[in-house]
């Protein structure tokens, strides 16, 4: 399948680039160090303070790992040769999204280290908001990768991708502070778009279905939006 060999592929330039090992290897330093400070300050077996990090260190580091997905394919001209071939722009951007959400996902795996030192030593740890915080991670993952290869299909400067994805996220994450200085219809449709506010909800072990549903067609709307501008690339 093409979509798999386009996978494939990226997953492999992930791991053939440095990029991928220092994005890793900041990203679980931090969180340790975030999760150990919390644990052992406070004496509380929760996991809802390092979740909440670590989505805030992943919306700086997602855009680090999504701007080369197309952008290098431009500056590389090897994207002409991606839109002449017989693979189309839906299965191009499908490809290289999955890559990312798997690279994502095991990032994420990674971090289970932390859920399982705390219910060693915790009997009564629930695992509840645990598994809705870590479905809530996947989803916002989902909604930073989509809105980082929209950003790489703009340009093919990787540096001007990056900051605009960063941007565009940023906005989405503040999106729910406009209520408290709006407080009008335009101030709750901004809440209601907050990537921050329906992440929370995860966290405290609420898997509310319009906050799913919010963040599928979040990924979906910018992984068409990228498709349609690499559709225009096609027949220039």
């Known amino acids: 399948m093409k979509i798999l060999a386009i996978m494939k592929k990226e997953l492999e330039s992930y791991f053939f680039s440095p990029v991928a090992y220092i994005v890793f290897s900041a990203f679980l330093l931090i ?122 299909t703009i340009s093919e400067n990787q540096i001007v991708a990056a900051i605009t994805s960063f941007g565009i996220l940023l906005l989405f994450w503040m999106s729910g502070f406009a209520n408290q200085i709006l407080d009008n219809t335009f101030g709750e449709i901004l809440e209601n778009l907050s990537l921050l506010d329906r992440y929370v909800d995860f966290l405290r072990g609420i898997v509310d279905t319009g906050n799913i549903i919010f963040f599928i067609v979040f990924t979906i709307i910018w992984l068409f939006m990228a498709t349609k501008l690499l559709e225009s690339d096609r027949w220039r």
């Open 31 to 152: 969180v340790g160090y975030l999760f150990w400070v919390y644990l052992l300050t406070s004496k509380v077996a929760t996991l809802e303070p390092m979740l909440y990090n670590a989505a805030f260190i992943l919306l700086l580091a997602s855009p680090v790992l999504t701007m080369r997905l197309i952008s290098e394919e431009k500056k590389n001209k090897t994207i002409e040769l991606l839109l002449t071939s017989p693979i189309s722009p839906t299965e191009i951007i499908l490809g290289k999204f999955l890559a990312s959400l798997v690279l994502y996902i095991i990032l994420l795996v990674l971090t289970l280290q932390y859920p399982i030192v705390i219910a060693k030593y915790s009997p009564n740890f629930d695992w509840g908001p645990v598994i809705s915080g870590y479905l809530g991670m996947i989803l916002l993952g989902s909604a930073f990768i989509s809105v980082g290869i929209f950003t790489s």
